[in-house]
């Protein structure tokens, strides 16, 4: 039996924080918040999970802010 899609999952989210581990190594918290928080959203780090799915990943990420929007201009 194959493996599940939740184990690839896991397996890509242990392999993202070893990158960033690496990346990151010796920065300071300040640097790190600043890094974080001007540098990196959302969609970045959800797409680095979802690359090992290629084309078989959709991204969602803003679409209930999109759909909310298009919602209320609505008469």
């Not at 990151?24 to 799915?53: C, H, Q």
Request: glycine share 6%.
């Amino acid at each position: 039996m194959g493996s599940t899609i939740d184990q690839y999952i896991v397996a890509n989210c242990l392999y993202t924080i070893d990158e960033f581990n690496i990346l990151y190594r010796g920065w300071d918290k300040p640097e790190l918040k600043i890094e974080a928080d001007e540098k990196f959203n959302e969609m970045d780090i959800t797409v680095r999970i979802g690359y090992s799915f290629k084309q078989n990943a959709h991204y969602t990420v803003g679409e209930s802010a999109r759909i909310k929007k298009s919602t209320e201009n609505k008469p």
